[in-house]
Structure formats: C-alpha cells, structure tokens
C-alpha cells in the first residue's frame, strides 16, 4: 500500500517511520530544496512525545543536540535589575521528561532515522489530488497513491486542495511572531534573556552547540495587520514599529533585521477544524490542528498524532475509512486542550496590562526563590492546563517485528500490540 506524505520537518517524517514499520510504502514530498540547517527555532518535546522517540531510537540523539537552556533573565519593561529564574523548574512543573531542541536539529534526527526506507523527493509540491489517489505535482510526472497525509505545516497546501482556504479554519489570537538569527554576541549560553513589557515580549537565546542565536518578538494586535506575507521588508517595518523604545537589547537585536539570514514572521493563528480527513486524505501535526506557533506545544501534538495515524492505519490494515476516525478520536480530546494552553499561554507570554506584566514577574521570582517542590506546585496551580501534554495517553501500536521496513507494502497483519493499551505516557 502506498502513501504520500506531503511535509519533511516534524509530523512527516515521524509518520513516515511508523509507516514503514508497520510495513506500508512512503514517499515524502517536501517543497524546500533540501533539509533545512539553519536551526530554525527552538520547540519542546514533552514527555509522550520523548517516549515515541525513545521506542524509535533516537532519543540519545534528541538528547545530545537539546539547547540545553535552564536560566531566564527578565526585564520588566521600564525596570533597571532584571529577575533571574531557574527555567528548569518550570519545565519540569510542567512535564516530568521534556527536552527543548531547535526545529532543523529535531527534523534532521526524525529524517535520518527514515531515509533509508523512506523515498524522498525535495524541491516539490502537490497540485492535486484526486479522488481516486491519483496526485499531481508541480514538477515531478503525476503518480497514484492509496493514501495522501498533508504534514505541511500551518499553511499546508493539502489542506487547501481537499478542504478549501484557510481562511475557513484559523482564527487570529490577537498576536503576532517574529524570530530572526542573529550573532550571539551577548555570549548567552543555557540562559533566555527576555524583555516584558504591556502587549510585547522579545527575548534571545542560543543552543549549546549552535555558534549564532535567536530573537524571538511576540506582540498583541487588536487588529489584523496589512501586509503581504512575502513583503519582508514590511514585515520588518512593523516588528521595529511593534517594539519600538522597548530597551537598547531589543534594539540592538532589531539592528540585526537587515543582517539575519534567517527571518520569520507572522499571525498567531489557531486552526479550528471538526474534522480533519476526507475521503483518502488526512492530514498530521499542524496542518490539521495547529493550536498557534510558540504557544501550544503544538511539537508534542505534531508527534504524538503521527504516532497514532500510523498506528491507527495498521490496526485497520491500511482501511482508511476505519483508521482516519479512529485516529481523530484518539486526538481530539487533545487537540481541544491544546487550543486553550495556546490561549492561556499567549496571554501569559503577552501580558495584556501592567499586571499582567507584573505577575509574570513576580511569578519568575517566586518559582526560583523556592524550593523544587513547592515552585513546581506553583507552576501547576498558577498555569492553566500545564500538564495538558504530559497527561497525554496513546495506545501502544508497536508493531509486530516481522512488519517492519521498507518499501514492501503492507505485508500480513501489521496490528502487533492491539489492544494493549500500554501508554506512551
Ligand atoms: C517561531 C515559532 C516558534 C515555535 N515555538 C515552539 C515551541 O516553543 N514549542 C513547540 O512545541 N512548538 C513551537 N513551534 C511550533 C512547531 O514549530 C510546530 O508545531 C512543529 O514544527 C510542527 O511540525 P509539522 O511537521 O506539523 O509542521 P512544520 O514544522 O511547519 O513543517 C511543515 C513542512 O512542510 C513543508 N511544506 C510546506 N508546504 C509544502 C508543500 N506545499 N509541499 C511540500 N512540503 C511543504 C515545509 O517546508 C516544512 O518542512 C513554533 C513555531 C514557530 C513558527
């Protein structure tokens, strides 16, 4: 049986694995031109998505490359002494096994562990998909497949093709996002240094092992903005205008907007579907239900709902019409959970007062003046939902060992471990 997976970076190449494990085909179509190096930003991986990348044997790797960023130093808007927090005991409040790695680190570990029994094809795109499977591309001759999964991101070009514009889904949050490279000239290594101010967040860190770093810009919009989403050069204008006189940091980091080889902006949207499938497409990760980027956790969701589409597809033997509702059963509960952490994390991030403000500062203090123990209860009753990831449980449907591998098709019962309900938790 063969599947098409459109999308290389996190969602794909995890569903790809499994796939091929349980025994079925993949080709992965990504439109960048190759893997992409340049570090991206930093995601977390929370405790069900460790555990799936410890049953594909990865997690040493994942380990080895985490940014291995433990300290926080924090600047209320307008204040000279900054807070210092211990951001470990933050996570682990929220998760008993989390790790933060940056995008490119995480996607190269996942597609490394495919490329062998995976087909890849870089540089192209599906422009349609019929039906009956049969699928177009935008430069590659036209192929059938039995299954398409998009696994293309918050703007994915399947969904757009099988369930219309987005437009119809994403709901603006109020916020936007901007992250740009830059040359860790402050010397940050384990430490996020962070500036908070009535509507407006920024804040740099680098990566053990990455030579340059990030900065990171969130800011609150009543509105939607106007722009192009390919006019750089306007976007740049209004992250400079967004934080103007915030502090000489954030102005040195904005200096570097004319510099960075890597820049990314946009809306903070929330995508709000029913459903997710439709007829032999379904789509992975945050093509399907991307609960806002840097607010939801949304690495964990992308890898657990890879995990369980696989599974889901042989527990049914490759019957679609079984397995995609299975598999929107299986996640919904948590991809509505995760809508609201996104919610309740953006207005965390981003104050919306002086009090606001003010609580998050007060909040840093208080988690590192005490103890691991009771900081980790603060955490808790102070965070809204803060568990929602680690809380997440998954079927075991590792497969039987005779399944795996390769481009063989879906050979005899590929269900090894139904039923079993063992947790990934
Ligand atoms: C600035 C920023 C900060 C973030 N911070 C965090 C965080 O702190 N914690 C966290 O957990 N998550 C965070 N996220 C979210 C996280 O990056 C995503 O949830 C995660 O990468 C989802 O993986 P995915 O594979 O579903 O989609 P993506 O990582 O978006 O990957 C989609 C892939 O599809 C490819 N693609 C796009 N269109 C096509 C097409 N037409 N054809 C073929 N391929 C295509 C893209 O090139 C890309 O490789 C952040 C996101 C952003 C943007």
Known sequence: MRILISGASIAGPVL??????????????????????????????????MNISEKMGVLPRV???????????LYREGARRPVRADLSKIFSATSDR??????????????????????????????????????????????RFDLVVGADGLHSTVRRLVFGDESRFSAFIGAYLGVLTLPNTA???????????????????????????????????????????????????????????????????????????????????????????????????????CPGPAVGGSTSLAVVGAYVLAGELARAGGDHERAFPAYERA???????????????????????????????????????????????????TTKSARLYDSMTVDDYSPSPTASGGRAGLAGDPGGGLGSGIGVE
Do not use: C
């Open 187 to 289: 010397g940050l290594d384990g430490e996020l240094l962070i500036h908070v101010g009535v509507g407006r967040t920024a804040g740099m860190y680098g990566a053990r092992h990455l030579g340059d770093a990030r900065a990171l810009f969130l800011f609150r919009s009543e509105r939607e903005l106007d722009y192009h989403y390919r006019d750089v050069p306007r976007q740049k204008e209004l992250l400079r205008g967004a934080f103007d006189g915030m502090h000489a940091d954030v102005d040195r980091w904005l200096d570097e907007l004319d510099r960075t080889p890597a820049f990314y902006f946009d809306s903070i949207t929330q995508l709000r579907m029913d459903t997710w499938s439709r007829g032999r497409v379904t789509l992975v990760g945050d093509a399907g239900y």
């Open 16 to 49: 790809a694995y499994w796939l091929t494990r349980h025994g079925f085909s993949v080709t992965v179509v990504e439109r960048a031109p190759a893997l992409r190096k340049t570090g991206g930003h930093a995601v977390d991986l929370f405790r069900p998505a």
């Open 331 to 381: 996640m919904a509960e948590y991809v509505r959970g995760s809508r609201a952490v996104a919610l309740s994390a953006a207005k965390t991030l981003i104050p919306t007062s002086r009090l606001g403000v003010s609580g998050l500062v007060q909040g840093a203090r208080l988690i590192s003046a005490l103890p691991a123990g009771p900081s980790r209860a603060l955490v808790r009753l």
């Open 98 to 143: 989390h790790v933060e790695i940056m995008r490119d680190d995480l996607s190269e570990i996942y597609h490394n562990a495919t490329r062998d029994d995976v087909e890849y094809v870089f540089g192209d795109s599906i422009a349609a998909i019929s039906p009956d499977g049969e699928v177009r591309f935008e430069n590659a001759a036209p192929r």
């Open 63 to 73: 380990e080895e490359r985490a940014t291995g960023t433990n300290r926080m130093t």
